[in-house]
T-cell receptor
Framework: DAGVTQSPTHLIKTRGQQVTLRCSPK?????VSWYQQALGQGPQFIFQYYEEEERQRGNFPDRFSGHQFPNYSSELNVNALLLGDSALYLC??????????????FGPGTRLTVT | EDQVTQSPEALRLQEGESSSLNCSYT??????LFWYRQDPGKGPEFLFT???AGEEKEKERLKATLTKKESFLHITAPKPEDSATYLCAVQARNTPLVFGKGTRLSVIA
């Protein structure tokens, strides 16, 4: 049973550039959430996708956008990169969006470095 | 605003020395409290979900408990392979997970 996969593993970008990160959910899951984890901090919620729509969004600027495809995979796009965007970006999948408590399963993350 | 505070920030144990990690939370209408383990540079690995005060769950050397204000992760006779950061997260109704900063556990042989 394939777990959550993310690509690429590592990425180095320059300030002002744009980046796209990709995520495939765990088999059987239809909901994808994205998190940003700075060094020494817990993950912070960016947004969640279900049925190809953004269902909830955390406190992140519009430079952060996403998409979900019919096969439930998802992309996270960040425009006009800032040095402060350097972090580990985590994708988590689950059976359904926030409603009752349920487990989210995380991928290995994409380490983004902005220089 | 939902908040999660984990203590201590870091913990160093000798192999076999049992201890507990604390997760204090304030949330309006708790639906679930989650514990995750995270190895350096990797994604969090799900350990437990606790739904109501008084609930306990166990997995190998780990035992998680829940009260109305906090959760404990008890580690019995830890081994070096238990070294990791342990994250606690809470979820209220129709809201995303809110994580604490984690406790970095080091178990020395």
């Amino acid at each position: 049973d394939a777990g959550v996969t993310q690509s690429p593993t590592h990425l180095i970008k320059t300030r002002g550039q744009q980046v796209t990160l990709r995520c495939s959910p765990k088999s059987g899951h239809d909901t994808v959430s994205w998190y940003q984890q700075a060094l020494g901090q817990g993950p912070q919620f960016i947004f969640q996708y279900y049925e190809e729509e953004e269902r909830q969004r955390g406190n992140f600027p519009d430079r952060f956008s996403g998409h979900q495809f019919p096969n439930y995979s998802s992309e996270l796009n960040v425009n006009a990169l800032l040095l402060g965007d350097s972090a580990l970006y985590l994708c988590a999948s689950s059976l359904e969006p926030f409603g009752t408590a349920y487990e989210q399963y995380f991928g290995p993350g994409t380490r983004l470095t902005v220089t | 605003e939902d908040q999660v505070t984990q203590s201590p920030e870091a913990l160093r144990l000798q192999e076999g020395e049992s201890s507990s990690l604390n997760c204090s939370y304030t949330v309006s209408g708790l639906r679930g409290l989650f514990w995750y383990r995270q190895d350096p540079g990797k994604g969090p690995e799900f350990l437990f979900t606790l739904y109501s005060a008084g609930e306990e769950k166990e997995k190998e050397r780990l035992k998680a408990t829940l009260t109305k204000k906090e959760s404990f992760l008890h580690i019995t006779a830890p081994k070096p392979e238990d070294s990791a950061t342990y994250l606690c997260a809470v979820q209220a109704r129709n809201t995303p997970l809110v994580f604490g900063k984690g406790t970095r556990l080091s178990v020395i042989a």
